[in-house]
């Protein structure tokens, strides 16, 4: 497997003696191919030729589960145009029939893919390759418990390889964001009172710093505000049970997140308040996954693995949920 080109996603390394990163000598800076141009050229209105290349050189590993909302996000980025979408085998476990899209089986998945958008290589690797994550410049985990979370993104962060996970839970579904020491940039914009409509300025260039899966879930709950929504301080809760249980949360273990609760939130008054009993009992209940929630999420977090491949926009940092529920979707950073 071709090993990733640092130069791209890092524009500090360059050739010193021209000042010109070394991606840009391999391939121009201001034109892409002509089969490129044709199926991109409504994209390229929107983000330019320079986003378009970071994406078409970006090797993206999918690991996990391709059902419902591994599903959304690989044809997003599919249709975006990374260069190489690599699926692991135990991604195509067979998926809930209520959050099937449009896989059948490992060929007919990858072969689906392959037929959105033949400019993307996208093929069937086995298992190991989530050992060998320096191969990727983005992992996206979907489903699993959190210890494999844990487990993978420390593996990331050892290779310097930004981090995605996401799954569908109960009535919500959230993701979660390592994107390490991230450089992106926006457009300062600019109002014309003449035309009445904004135009854009400049560019803003900044550099935000991601937290690790294990240190987002030592931050202390007297961190945060009462604002902060009781469906993250569940997570936490359960989260913390699967890493140290080392497995996925199941309803028998309902007196054990209990006596969690209890140790965890001994000081913490209003946010055991809001981790009552009826509330953790409710979310153990259901187990099945959504396919709205799995749209809406999948379609969010596709949106934020483009912007952790090509630096264009200000990413969500770090924790993002969706609540059927309430139809919100919240950020909390933790």
Known sequence: MVGRDLSLFHPEVLDTST???LFAMARSASTLAEDEAAVYDRQLRVWGVETQK???LAQVLVDGRLGGMGAEVAKNLVLAGVGSLH???RALD????SVEHFLDGESGAVDTLKDINPLVDVRLVEDDAAKAVEQYHLVLLVGGDASQWKATND?????NVKFLAAEGRSNCGLFFADLLAHEFKTERKKTDEDKAEEATSGIDSSKVHFKSFSDALNVPL???GRRTPPIFHLYRLVAQFEVE???RVNEEDYEKLRQLRDRLCSDEGPVKAQLCDEMVEDYLATSKEFAPINAIVGGVLA???LKAISGKGEPLNNFFFYELDTGEGRVVKA
């Open 222 to 224: 007297s961190s945060f």
């Open 245 to 247: 249980q080392n497995r």
């Open 54 to 56: 970071r994406l078409s």
């Open 87 to 89: 699926v692991t085998r």
């Open 19 to 21: 000042h010109v990163p």
């Open 94 to 97: 067979p998926p809930q029939v």
């Open 303 to 305: 949106q934020e693995a």
């Open 155 to 159: 593996a990331c962060r050892e290779k």
